[in-house]
């Protein structure tokens, strides 16, 4: 398959599994050679009707330079004149070529509107690994017929499988109000977050939990509780913190979060209560965790750098972070229920609003600027892309947010790709 025909149906892939009617595509395939028996039926095992047309869009990329014509004939030919044209008519136009980028002048404001004066536009300081991984196409390459990339990229065990409906537990720990002793604020425009996510989760086909304003030992008593559930007949799980955070010593996942008593508990303690050991009913299942909390307490203004759009000023609301100091707390990083110190990780992924030891910003009005773009993502790029990619698309976001500056990040043990279950 020729390059632009190939970028063609990546640009298209989002319309094609909303819309691809799949069954009566596979007698025109197998007959025009486009693909065999075995693949047909295999793609016919990837799952629902979009998952099959997902699965169609990937492997069609895989195959010669006959086979997109002789897919566009097959959609006409099937009635799906729409995408036919939308590819026929895009394979017309030529490539898209870079174009040369110069520096966009902005005004920065604060948050009730004050003008500071123009700036160039500023991307968070550890922003370099992320813009190289958008860079990178996030759809599949080609590979030649038969060979080892491609029977990886059709191999089922590269793709975890969501079957259960739901396809398991989701547990949302919402603080908002802290104590006065804790000498924690309040948490405004965090309900936001959390109804939007709590939404989100539930069209994924979630199980969804809201706890609100937990003490550290509560917080704790929550996550035991989901640990020890039975998770034999559910294929994965999900853990959403929201919370004033820190940054701390770690071994593997760096940070913490605040109870509402502004007691600690490490993010290493929160994701060891889900491993084999402690939860066995989840061994081999995706184990994913998102904190909204800040890292630290560092302030990133960020670089600057050449700039084809303006950045994403924040709204009139009050910006608000997550933040407090640096801390050290003996004795609560290793506790008989749930040691600091993990065994080799699988399986498990922690997304991060903030890169460690910066702050994460919070808008009092329409909550977090994570969590806003988060929502936004899964709501349109669910159906088609995997968990990473998809992340990969926050951080690009997020990072063109505002005066100060933050970046999302992640910490990836998960051994396959990971696809929400959509409708």
Same mark, same amino acid.
């Given at each position: 398959m020729e390059e632009a025909q190939r970028l063609l149906l990546q640009r298209s892939r989002l319309r094609?599994?909303?819309?691809?009617?799949?069954?009566?595509?596979?007698?025109?395939?197998?007959?025009?050679?486009?693909?065999?028996?075995?693949?047909? +039926? +295999?793609?016919?095992?990837?799952?629902?009707?979009?998952?099959?047309?997902?699965?169609?869009?990937?492997?069609? &990329?895989t195959r010669g330079r006959h086979a997109f014509p002789a897919f566009v004939s097959s959609l006409r030919e099937t009635g799906q004149n729409d995408l036919a044209t939308l590819l026929s008519e895009g394979d017309k136009f030529p490539q898209l070529r870079p174009v040369d980028l110069k520096p966009v002048e902005i005004g920065l404001r604060g948050g009730k509107g004050d003008t500071y004066g123009k700036a160039h536009e500023y991307l968070p300081t550890p922003i370099q690994a992320v813009t190289e991984?958008?860079?990178?196409?996030?759809?599949?390459?080609?590979?030649?017929?038969?060979?080892?990339? +491609? =029977?990886?990229?059709?191999?089922?065990?590269?793709?975890?499988?969501?079957?259960?409906?739901?396809c398991g537990y989701c547990l949302i720990i919402n603080n908002v109000r802290f104590t006065e002793e804790s000498d924690l604020s309040s948490r405004e425009g965090s309900n936001v977050d959390c109804e939007k996510l709590e939404k989100r989760f539930k069209s994924l086909h979630f199980d969804v939990l809201v706890q609100r304003d937990l003490k550290a030992q509560e917080i704790a008593r929550e996550l035991q509780h989901l640990a020890r559930r039975d998770h034999s007949a559910l294929d994965c799980c999900l853990v959403v913190i929201l919370s004033h955070g820190y940054q701390a010593s770690h071994i593997q996942f760096p940070g913490g979060i605040y109870g509402t008593d502004g007691k600690l508990i490490p993010v290493e303690?929160?994701?060891?209560?889900?491993?084999g050991s402690h939860c066995p009913s989840l061994?081999?299942?995706?184990?994913?965790?998102?904190? &909204?909390?800040?890292?630290? +307490?560092?302030?990133?203004r960020g670089f600057e750098v050449d700039s084809d759009s303006p950045v994403n000023q924040p709204r009139g609301g009050s910006v608000e972070s997550d933040a407090t100091p640096f801390q050290i707390q003996p004795g609560n990083l290793d506790e008989p229920d749930a040691?600091?110190?993990l065994p080799t990780p699988s399986d498990i992924f922690v997304s991060y609003s903030t890169f460690p030891g910066f702050v994460s910003w919070r808008d009092t009005q329409t909550g977090s600027w994570y969590v806003e773009t988060l929502d936004s993502v899964l709501e349109q790029y669910a159906p088609t892309e995997d968990l990473l990619c998809m992340l990969v698309r926050v951080a690009h976001a997020v990072s063109a947010?505002?005066?100060?500056?933050?970046?999302?990040?992640?910490?990836?043990?998960?051994? =396959?790709?990971?696809?929400?279950?959509?409708?």
């Amino acid at each position: 398959m020729e390059e632009a025909q190939r970028l063609l149906l990546q640009r298209s892939r989002l319309r094609l599994v909303r819309e691809l009617q799949v069954a009566p595509l596979w007698d025109l395939l197998l007959h025009k050679g486009v693909f065999t028996q075995d693949m047909i +039926e +295999e793609i016919q095992r990837a799952g629902t009707r979009r998952d099959q047309a997902r699965q169609l869009v990937t492997d069609l &990329q895989t195959r010669g330079r006959h086979a997109f014509p002789a897919f566009v004939s097959s959609l006409r030919e099937t009635g799906q004149n729409d995408l036919a044209t939308l590819l026929s008519e895009g394979d017309k136009f030529p490539q898209l070529r870079p174009v040369d980028l110069k520096p966009v002048e902005i005004g920065l404001r604060g948050g009730k509107g004050d003008t500071y004066g123009k700036a160039h536009e500023y991307l968070p300081t550890p922003i370099q690994a992320v813009t190289e991984r958008c860079q990178v196409s996030t759809c599949p390459s080609a590979a030649a017929p038969g060979s080892a990339a +491609e =029977k990886s990229r059709r191999n089922s065990d590269m793709v975890y499988v969501l079957k259960a409906n739901p396809c398991g537990y989701c547990l949302i720990i919402n603080n908002v109000r802290f104590t006065e002793e804790s000498d924690l604020s309040s948490r405004e425009g965090s309900n936001v977050d959390c109804e939007k996510l709590e939404k989100r989760f539930k069209s994924l086909h979630f199980d969804v939990l809201v706890q609100r304003d937990l003490k550290a030992q509560e917080i704790a008593r929550e996550l035991q509780h989901l640990a020890r559930r039975d998770h034999s007949a559910l294929d994965c799980c999900l853990v959403v913190i929201l919370s004033h955070g820190y940054q701390a010593s770690h071994i593997q996942f760096p940070g913490g979060i605040y109870g509402t008593d502004g007691k600690l508990i490490p993010v290493e303690k929160i994701v060891n209560f889900f491993n084999g050991s402690h939860c066995p009913s989840l061994r081999g299942k995706p184990k994913l965790f998102f904190i &909204q909390a800040c890292g630290g +307490e560092q302030k990133d203004r960020g670089f600057e750098v050449d700039s084809d759009s303006p950045v994403n000023q924040p709204r009139g609301g009050s910006v608000e972070s997550d933040a407090t100091p640096f801390q050290i707390q003996p004795g609560n990083l290793d506790e008989p229920d749930a040691v600091a110190s993990l065994p080799t990780p699988s399986d498990i992924f922690v997304s991060y609003s903030t890169f460690p030891g910066f702050v994460s910003w919070r808008d009092t009005q329409t909550g977090s600027w994570y969590v806003e773009t988060l929502d936004s993502v899964l709501e349109q790029y669910a159906p088609t892309e995997d968990l990473l990619c998809m992340l990969v698309r926050v951080a690009h976001a997020v990072s063109a947010k505002g005066k100060y500056k933050q970046m999302p990040g992640t910490f990836n043990f998960l051994r =396959k790709q990971f696809f929400f279950m959509s409708d």
